[in-house]
């Protein structure tokens, strides 16, 4: 197995022995862009790509650069960083909202709470750019329900890798519009968006709900997430005394205040641990901004500067309620013990609708994500946490699992072939139409 076609330091040396520029959240890969630029229109975002492209210049969009492993980079070729392009605003429609590509999701939350409305599913981590996010599809506490974040999307501007400034959406060439959403900025990038957004509910109950047995938490958990009355539905794995680990569901219901949810007839049938549920009340914005606290302490403590060798997998339900455990006794991935989260949302395969988000077969599945930390300065631990993720990704396709593109693992073309399957050859296609130079979007190392 290669683990270093990307610029990952040799054995025994340390990450900061290649310095990077502009690093990403995974602090794995370093490249060297050959400069950075921060267009402030569409039209000089055109202008870079038209340009690039007949001189065959590798160009990236950067967000916010929540990246783990180099996809927003662009070794030898031009960084866009979009953050100048991070205007959000209303439109004629009541329930839409344009965002442009570099705005973070805390400002979109911003205008939309200003109105009362909220885009239906946001990812938990507000920080990530509007673009950054749509380009690899977005999970939320509500993709049960809704999907994924770009499942929202109504219509998006994008510049092509021939340098096309294109507006589509489903009705207009809804071909490049599909293959944009979740399409890992292939084959365009994104300038802004016009988002669908739902009332926003001025309060909503959460529901901690304690497990020590994996089976009853998953079957609790794909209950809540039938359940109409829930509209965020999520979970984690913790870890407990004795090398053991517990299970916690976070459920949340909308409320007004005057007439508040009936806890007892809601969580009737559950078999969590009564004696320590938590229920509270909070107020729609502050569920949003949940992780907000989490980021502060972290980058106090400075996991938030640490390598962040992160696993996302996507899992038929019915497998993952035993591989979950079986990934979390593994000697491997103790270090999820001390400074990780292991995350498992219950999802509906039928809500997640982007045609390039490829899932696993089946209509209960469950996102597992792994967020560990590597100590910082060992490139020794990092190899070890990359080759982890390798073997569990295999694992997981075993059981009829995918991965989830934001993943630090290690890709050759041929194992993003077998990802996309049947959607290989259509994709190609698209490539060859809207990138036919392939300067878009190389961190992937999807084209041979
Ligand atoms: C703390 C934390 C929590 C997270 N929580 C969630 C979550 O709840 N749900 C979830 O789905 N993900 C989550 N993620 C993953 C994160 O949302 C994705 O990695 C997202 O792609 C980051 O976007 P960015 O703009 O910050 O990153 P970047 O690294 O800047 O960009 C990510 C990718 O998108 C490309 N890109 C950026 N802008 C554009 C554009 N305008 N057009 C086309 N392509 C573009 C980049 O080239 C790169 O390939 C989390 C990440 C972190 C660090």
Redesign the pocket.
């Known amino acids: 197995m290669r683990l270093a076609s990307k610029r990952v330091p040799p054995p025994g040396t340390a990450l900061g022995d290649v310095t990077c520029p502009t690093p990403?959240?995974g602090h794995i890969v370093a490249s060297r862009p050959l400069d950075v630029r921060a267009p402030r229109t569409g039209d000089e975002l055109r202008d870079i790509v038209a340009v690039a492209g007949p001189q065959g210049v590798p160009v990236?969009?950067?967000?916010?650069?929540?990246?783990m492993y180099g996809?927003?980079q662009a070794e030898g070729g031009h960084l866009i960083d979009?953050r100048a392009l991070n205007a959000v605003h209303r439109t004629a429609d009541e329930r839409t909202l344009v965002a442009e590509?570099g705005a973070t999701w805390r400002d979109v939350v911003r205008a939309a709470l200003a109105e009362g409305l909220a885009p239906p599913v946001l990812?938990?981590?507000l920080g990530?750019?509007v673009?950054?996010?749509l380009?690899?599809?977005?999970?939320?506490a509500s993709s049960h329900r809704y999907g994924l974040v770009a499942d929202a999307v109504s219509e998006v501007e994008v510049v092509t890798g021939t340098g096309e400034q294109v507006t589509c959406s489903r009705r207009h060439r809804p071909d490049l519009f599909d293959t944009v959403l979740a399409g890992?900025?292939q084959c365009a990038?994104?300038v802004r968006a016009t988002l669908r957004l739902v009332p926003a509910p001025a309060l909503v109950r959460r529901y901690r709900l304690h497990y020590t047995l994996p089976g009853p938490y998953f079957a609790d958990q794909r209950r809540l997430a039938h359940h109409d009355h829930f509209t965020h539905v999520s979970g984690q794995a913790r870890p407990a005394l004795a090398g053991a680990w517990d299970y916690v569901i976070e459920a949340v219901t909308p409320h007004t205040g005057r007439l508040p949810p009936d806890d007892a007839a809601l969580t009737d049938g559950l078999r969590h641990d009564r004696d320590v549920e938590e229920i509270e009340d909070l107020s729609y914005a502050e569920f949003l901004h949940r992780m907000d606290r989490d980021e502060r302490i972290l980058r106090v403590t400075g996991e938030w500067e640490r390598p962040h060798p992160w696993l996302t997998l996507l899992v038929p339900e019915a497998a993952a309620v035993s591989f979950v455990p079986t990934i979390l006794a593994d000697s491997g991935q103790q270090g999820l013990r001390t400074c990780g989260t292991v995350q498992l949302r219950p999802l509906d395969s039928g809500r997640l609708r982007a045609p390039m988000l490829r899932k696993p077969a089946g209509e209960d599945l469950c996102l597992v994500s792994l967020m560990r930390t590597a100590p910082p300065a060992d490139a020794d631990a990092v190899r070890q946490a990359l080759a982890a993720n390798r073997e569990l990704y295999e694992r997981a396709r075993e059981l009829g699992g995918t991965l989830h593109a934001?993943s630090a693992v290690q890709m050759t073309p041929r194992d993003w072939q077998a990802h996309f399957g049947p959607a290989w050859e259509g994709f190609a296609r698209a490539k060859t139409q809207y990138d036919p130079h392939r300067i878009l979007?190389r961190?992937y190392d999807l084209w041979p």
Do not use: E, K, N, W
């Not at 990236?60 to 990246?67: F, K, L, N, V």
């Open positions: 990403d959240f990236s969009a950067r967000g916010c650069g929540y990246s996809q927003g979009m590509a990812p938990d981590h990530a750019s673009g950054g996010t380009s690899t599809g977005g999970f939320g890992l900025g990038l994104i934001v979007t961190g």
